[in-house]
């Protein structure tokens, strides 16, 4: 399971896997974890660290996501969102960047097509999820800079719009 951890107005990546003996690997901003977790009742998870540490977690849904509080410190953890719209604006012009890395699985676009609001461009795979990259605007879509079958990374430039003339 992967998502975003927002923490002092950073975001962090964070990706939590079940392991065959029934502890979890979480990965947190570059680091890794293997722990225990058991949750009671009213919520409240008790992870034990492989180095011995011990923490309680209280964790509650919130919108979308959670708000978690671990030693005194209150964590917002949310799905990540699938595109970054940069300077892509109504008029249709800016582009679309990648979110997360992924795979393109297909680009439903070519250079110099007409785009309509809300048409899906580009379609990514992560973390076992489909993500439609969708026009913010009618426009043109003036280059697609990915293909199918390609691995982007965050952040990526995916598809440059232009204002239709």
């Known amino acids: 399971m992967k998502q975003v951890l927002i923490y002092n107005g950073q975001e962090y ?3 939590i896997d ?3 003996d029934g502890r979890f ?3 947190i901003g570059g680091h890794v974890y293997v722990l225990n977790g058991q949750r009671d009742a009213s919520g409240t998870w008790s992870l034990a660290f ?3 540490r011990r923490v309680l ?3 509650a849904a919130s919108g979308e996501g959670w708000i978690a509080q671990l030693n005194g410190q209150i964590y917002r953890v949310s799905p990540p969102s699938p595109v970054k719209r940069r300077g892509a604006t109504r008029s249709g012009s800016g582009s679309l960047d990648a979110q997360m890395p992924g795979q393109v699985t297909a680009v439903l676009v070519q250079d110099g097509d007409r785009i309509s609001r809300g048409q899906t461009l580009v379609i990514l795979e992560a973390m076992k999820m489909e993500l439609r990259v969708t026009a913010p605007a009618d426009g043109i879509a003036a280059q697609v800079l ?10 990526q ?3 440059e719009l232009r204002a239709d003339e």
Do not use: I, T, W
């Open 157 to 159: 430039r995916l598809v």
């Open 146 to 155: 990915v293909s199918a079958g390609q691995v982007v990374e965050r952040g």
């Open 13 to 15: 990546a964070v990706e």
């Open 57 to 59: 977690a209280h964790v």
């Open 18 to 20: 079940p392991l065959p």
């Open 50 to 52: 492989d180095d011995g």
């Open 25 to 27: 690997r979480a990965a």
